[in-house]
């Protein structure tokens, strides 16, 4: 009820965003039109992400848009937030889909992306994701958020469950034709290069995604 509260308050169009998520045709949600790498690197606000996810801090906690969202729209909404430089969204994303146990990531389904240097930070994310949620495994956090009191966490690390694994379709993706890099505000060149992860560089990307590891 508080979100739906919410949405009629403050969302652009909350009676059209009400019937989407209720009546939507088709089934799934329809996902905003994939964007350039130097699009989203030309508007890196987070106002230019709300303006492609409207009122996503709301609805992402929404059951009944649970329902309705899918895989694909969530990488594509990780891969905004990345190449946005929003790393509050990137938290928040990664952290839905940490929460999401209906969610294996080695089912995660091929985006099939016919833009090169996308689908190769796409492949990089799939990658990051895997890397982020067994370092949190391996660290007795659970995925179904139970609390991580030191005596569990103890627990979990003799009897740990059982590690995430990476889809098929990563290995096929080749790296990106042209070099990408995605800046950060007041961070040099060499500082981003030093943040970047071997699941970017072997794919010719040089970019930061630590915010995958604050799940």
């Known amino acids: 009820m508080y979100q739906t509260r919410a949405i009629l308050n403050h969302c652009q169009r909350p009676w059209r965003m009400l019937f989407t998520l209720f009546f ?8 905003p039109t994939p964007l350039p790498i130097s699009k989203l690197a030309d508007n890196p606000s987070p106002e230019f992400f709300y303006e492609r996810h409207d009122y996503i801090p709301v609805i992402r906690n929404m059951l009944i848009f649970q329902w309705r969202d899918s895989r694909i729209r969530a990488l594509y909404r990780l891969y905004d937030a990345i190449c946005l430089q929003d790393e509050m969204e990137a938290v ?8 999401r146990l209906d969610w294996q990531l080695k089912d995660w389904p091929d985006p099939k ?31 179904d958020r139970r609390k991580a009191s030191q005596k569990r966490m ?42 970047t992860r071997p699941y970017f560089k072997r794919r010719n990307i040089i970019g930061n995604t630590g915010s995958l590891m604050f799940v």
């Open 24 to 31: 939507p045709f088709p089934w799934r949600l329809r996902n």
């Open 92 to 99: 928040h994303e990664a952290t839905y889909i940490w929460g």
């Open 113 to 143: 992306d016919p833009d090169p240097e996308r689908y190769a930070v796409l492949a990089g994310i799939m990658e990051g994701l895997v890397e982020s949620f067994n370092w949190r495994l391996g660290l007795g956090i659970c995925r």
């Open 154 to 195: 103890e627990k979990r690390r003799c009897d740990p469950e059982p590690l995430e694994q990476c889809p098929s379709w990563p290995d096929h993706v080749p790296p990106s034709p042209r070099p990408v890099f995605l800046s950060i505000k007041d961070w040099s060149r060499e500082q981003v290069e030093a943040s």
